[in-house]
Each structure stands twice: as C-alpha cells, then as structure tokens.
C-alpha cells in the first residue's frame, strides 16, 4: 500500500500565511471566532500575513449580507485581515468562491485529464458536497456503484454529456498521514475515510473538498487553522495536493466550543451567536474566555488582543476535542 505524508516539519519560526475561510450561511458564533482568533494570533505573532476568504459555494445557502455581518464582525472585534474579503484587495483575488469556478475549472480538468474521476449518476450525497462535511454532520462512504472499473485509468464514457452527473475522485487505498500541530501524527486511509468523493455536483456546483485545496494552495496559505471536526477532510485534502502537485501547508486543527450539552456550537445557539455576544460583552472579554479556553491565559480575565498575540504558543493550545464555556 502506497503511504502518502504530507507536512511532518516540526514548526518552523517562518511567517506564517493564514486564513479565515466562513461560510456565510448565518450569523457567527462563538466557535467560530475561535477559529478565527486563533488563526489570527499566529499569524500575528508570526509576523505573517492573514486572508479572509468568502466560502460561498453553496448557491442555496450563502448570502452576500451574511458575508457583509461577518466582516462588521471581525471589525468589530479587532481581527483586522491583510487581504481578501468581499472588496478585497490583493494578488490573489477574487475572494469569495462563487467567483472564482473559472479557476476550479481549470484544475478540475487537470484532474479528469489524469483518468482518475468518472460520472457519477447517483443523487444523494451530490446535494452535500459542497458543504464542510461539520454542516452536514453524517459522513458518507461512497459505495462505488458508479465507478467503471477497479483501478484507474478510467476512460470516460463518449455519452457522458447526455445525463446530469456528478464527478467523482478515485480515491487509494492509501494510509495518508500528516503532523497536525495541535493533535499530533494523523494517520488515516483515504479510501476509507470517505471513498470516491465529488469534485463537481449534477448542477455544476463546485465541492467543498477541491475549491479549498485549490484555494489554500494558490492564495499560498502555510497554515490551516479550523475545528477538528475537519480531521478527516484533511485526509482527501491531502490526496487532491498530491494528485495536483501543490505544496502543502501545516494543518492546526482545534478543540469544538459546545454547549452546556458538551454539543458543538451550532447557529441554533443563539446565546452563543455574534448578535448577542455584542450586545453582553467585549472584545476584551471575549478574549480572555477564549484565551483561557485554549489554553493560553491561566484564567478567565478581560484580555487585549496585543496581549493575547504575547502569550500565544501553539505548544500550550488544549489537546481535547471539545472545550464547554460556562456562561459568565
Ligand atoms: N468554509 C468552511 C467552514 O466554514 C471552512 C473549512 C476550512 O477552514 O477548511 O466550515
């Protein structure tokens, strides 16, 4: 069996490119500004640079005002972004997803010149593909029911125009391993994880899977920071850098905020939600429940965000899967 090993360097002191990559289908919640906050602290402790990008590839759910809540949002809390955004500026533009199909589809052709993608006629899984696998929860292993034969090279069949169809990846049995900088060696099989996976749904509509790959390596982005819900979705990640010939950056993937139900955050959480959150607190207050969250303050305090940078190591960030914040 074939191993493939993505980045295994140990941290380097190297400023770090990083990102912030919401989907604005709703308001932000506490979770998520973990997510940004911490991508944020690195990078400005690196002396880097961060990109905020607009995941909008699902058509049904996103919302260009969801996209504006966001950035009044992160202004609001001070987490100001060197590139990107809805009127972004920068060299790697555009921004948001739901312009950028033209860059997908060049690199989508890449792959189907490989022979490793085939049609794909089955309807289910096609509507979540372009969804974080955490907003649908359920993971789905793909049978195989469409796939021409065992083994690449597939030739795609001459008809294939005729019938609305996904486009599925061939995926190994290849174990994948990677150094995630918080939870350590990852090890899994790629084909297990998830089997054949959607590049492009029946619509036309782009999957989550390779416009983020895509876009993390052109955008030139070093480090990934998100929930470890996303563990596994590295894996098939780290297959699409290899078959596309990408560098690949380092993963830090980051305990779940929950709930008092120990239930990650979700947009049903209203207490937790932006909205709310502005109206009780402050940014400063904010901070030092995160930051105590992670890991990074000995206690719960009111903290400032050039603060919170000092005292930011990825070496003191909490190794569990989900952190529940008590109410103040
Ligand atoms: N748009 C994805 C989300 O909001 C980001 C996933 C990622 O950071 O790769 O869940």
């Not at 090890?187 to 996976?197: E, K, L, M, P, Y």
């Not at 416009?211 to 990640?237: F, H, K, N, P, Y």
Request: net charge negative; hydrophobic share 35%.
């Amino acid at each position: 069996m074939k191993k493939q090993e993505g980045n295994i360097e140990p941290l380097s002191g190297k400023p770090v490119r990083g990102r912030f990559a919401p989907s604005p289908t709703g308001r932000m919640h506490l979770g998520n500004i973990f997510t940004a906050l911490m991508s944020y602290l690195s990078v400005r402790k690196s002396g880097g640079q961060w990109v905020l990008r607009i995941e909008d590839l699902d058509p049904q759910r996103s919302k260009v005002e969801y996209a504006r809540q966001i950035e009044d949002d992160l202004h609001w809390l001070g987490l100001e972004w060197d590139e990107g955004g809805l009127d972004g500026g920068g060299a790697n533009g555009p921004y948001e997803q739901s312009l950028r199909g033209d860059i997908y589809a060049r690199y989508y052709k890449e792959l189907l010149s490989q022979g490793v993608t085939y049609p794909c006629y089955c309807r289910r899984a096609d509507i979540l593909a372009t969804q974080a696998p955490h907003q649908t929860d359920g993971r789905v292993v793909y049978s195989g029911a469409c796939r021409p034969s065992d083994e690449p090279p597939f030739v795609t069949p001459s008809n294939v125009g005729c019938r609305a169809h996904s486009t599925r990846l061939f995926t190994p049995d290849r174990e994948v391993c990677f150094e995630d900088v918080v939870f350590g060696l990852q090890s899994a099989n790629v084909a297990d994880v998830c089997g054949d996976f959607i590049l492009r749904r029946a619509d036309g509509a782009w999957a989550y899977q390779l416009a983020v790959v895509v876009d993390d390596a052109l955008m030139g982005i070093t480090e990934v920071v998100r929930g470890c819900d996303l563990l596994l979705s590295t894996t098939q990640q780290l297959y699409l850098y290899d078959l596309l010939g990408f560098d690949v950056p380092r993963f830090a993937h980051l305990p779940l905020i929950c709930n008092d139900a120990m239930q990650r955050l979700s947009k049903r959480d209203r207490s937790a939600s932006m909205e709310e959150l502005r109206k009780k607190y402050s940014p400063e207050e904010i901070y030092g429940v995160l930051g105590y969250a992670a890991g990074l303050l000995p206690e719960r305090c009111l903290c400032r965000l050039d603060e919170l940078i000092e005292q930011f190591d990825w070496q003191k960030v909490r190794k569990e899967e989900k952190i529940k914040i008590e109410e103040a």
